[in-house]
């Protein structure tokens, strides 16, 4: 009988299904769904400053690439040159869009023509946007600061600065209208996490209110952003760095990733769209090896299942699950039914890995504000032990049949994602990134 495994699932149809105008003359509201091809990466999309075009990544039949649908059309095309294209984002006149591809950023002129390299981004992006005079501002790596570049291309230069411990990364920049501010999300501890005001003037950045995403600019002056599934507006008082007024809800069940993507997407319009998850709710299916799925593991769940990992045994499953904003450890028992918490922290606990006799977990925590290794025995009878902490986010990936191994990530500053292999037969285990062995592979 060919081996099963279990991956996460949506429960809902993926679709971008509403537009919302807001402004201060407040015309009738406006919905209208668009249904787009399959893809993998449902929160990638952008809608154009003018209001009158979206960009989105899907697949179609196909490699996943960037599609544009505009919407006084009733078809999406798809455009040449972008596959493997993620985190798209326009140009302020709505005449290019922005891309990242291959560890590269990318633009594409909507009228044609090639797109133009414009700068390397090692490891893994996490959004960008583009100001009126000519600057992308940008995320090129997961556990860095935000980076500034010309339109045109070149070096990128480095715009903030993390404040470790509490922050483990900067992410989703959008510029204010003026073209010197500008939001963004910092990853960290949770008293920290949230979105900040930053300015390329320089000065220490302001940080305006705790969120599950990164936030965007509602013209005239609110920002938008996901709050425990709700799709929320605040007034920003720019001169004063606050927010201020009570949080006017938009939408309900608007998804967030790992990263801290919100499904949505502003226009200079005043235009919103944005995508649900049919509440958020997914459940675990079984597939063969030739992909087939074979039947449902577990209930639909509304707390966001992610990194589901099946025990040597077969008969458990452990996942990130997100309950009221804060990711843990929990296990599903594939036998008896029913879900167990693992891990009770504060902090983000994600990445679980088993150990290959099933006792023990091995997982990431963002306690310390980066993401270090933690182990704890799969039965929850004792506390975590931190493996390794290190000034970079690690991320645990898998585990050697001998038990001897156990791999993991670490996203450096300059080389992006390394691979390194810790050695858990050793009795002095590293507790600090000095005088670790060198890493099995860096790309």
Known sequence: MAAAA????????LSVPALRYMSQTAPPEMRVDIATPATDAPLQFALSPDGRSLVFVASGGGLPRLWQR????????????????????????????GFFAASKLLRLDVAGGPPQVLATTPGTNFGASWSADGTILLARQLGGPLWRVAATGGEPVAVTQLDPPLQSGHRAPQFLPDGRHFLFYAAGTPEAAGIYLGSLDGGAPTRLTAADSGGAFLPPDRVVFVRQGTLVARRLDLAGGVLTGDAVPLADRVDVDSSSRGGFAVSGAGQIAYRTGGGGSRHLIWFDRTGKALGVAGEPDANTLQHAELSPDGRRVAMRRSVQGNDDIWLLDLVRGGMTRLTFDAASDINPVWSPDGMRIAFSSNRTGVFDLYLKPSNGSATEERLVASRNSQRAQDWSRDGRWQLHYEVHPTTGRDLWALDMASPDRPSTSSGRPEPVEGR
Request: hydrophobic share 45%; net charge negative.
């Open 70 to 97: 505009p919407l006084d059309q009733t078809e999406a095309r798809p455009l040449a040159g972008t596959e493997g294209a993620t985190a798209p984002f326009w140009s302020p006149d709505s005449r290019s869009i």
């Open 6 to 13: 279990v991956a996460a699932a949506l429960v809902a149809a």
